[in-house]
């Protein structure tokens, strides 16, 4: 029976220091930075706060937005998946590190060179608005419509929505 296992990160934090942006000799950019992640919670003898530091690699045209807008101190979300990498140093011992590869990585932060907190910088693709919401009759592949308010019936009350 095949198994399936999940290879899964997703982390919030801030970055250690600036990215660091290379690129493999095939021409591909590739950004690396560490990130700290903060826990804190009560201990028996009082509060305790630690700190988890992880390195993550960035790839293609996040690797370049990560090093144009990124610095030492941003907060960012990333979701992707744990790789590890082995090799054997000078002394002949094995060595083993591991870093995550972002899938996707979101700026929580000011962008770099940007002197207040209030800005934002909206990497999502522009949306059709209005061709937005059609749905699509899988027998036909025709149009079914587009979203429309439906106004509540009277008796129906917020409070008796489960969620």
């Known amino acids: 029976m095949a198994?399936?296992?999940i290879n899964y990160f997703f982390g919030i934090g801030n970055l250690t220091k600036d990215p660091e942006l290379r690129y493999t000799p095939q021409g591909t950019?590739?950004?690396r930075f560490r990130m700290a992640m903060n826990r804190r919670y009560q201990?028996?003898?009082?509060?305790?706060?630690?700190?988890?530091?992880?390195?993550?690699a960035a790839w293609a045209k996040l690797a370049e937005l990560c090093a144009r807008y990124l610095h030492k101190g941003s907060r960012v979300a990333v979701?992707?998946?744990?790789r590890s990498s082995s090799w054997e140093d000078r002394n002949g011992g094995k060595r083993t590190s591991y870093e995550i590869?972002?899938?996707?990585?979101?700026?929580?932060?000011a962008p770099k060179g940007t002197p207040d907190e209030e800005s934002v910088i909206d990497f999502s693709p522009e949306i059709d608005v209005e061709n937005f919401a059609t749905f699509v009759?899988?027998?036909?592949?025709?149009?079914?419509?587009d979203l429309e308010d439906i106004p509540p019936q009277d008796n129906e009350i917020a409070e008796d929505i489960p969620f």
């Open 137 to 145: 009759d899988e027998e036909s592949e025709e149009p079914l419509g």
């Open 79 to 82: 979701v992707g998946s744990l």
């Open 29 to 31: 950019p590739v950004c």
């Open 43 to 56: 201990g028996k003898s009082g509060p305790v706060e630690e700190v988890t530091y992880v390195t993550v």
């Open 101 to 109: 590869r972002a899938e996707n990585i979101q700026f929580l932060s």
């Open 3 to 5: 198994r399936n296992d």
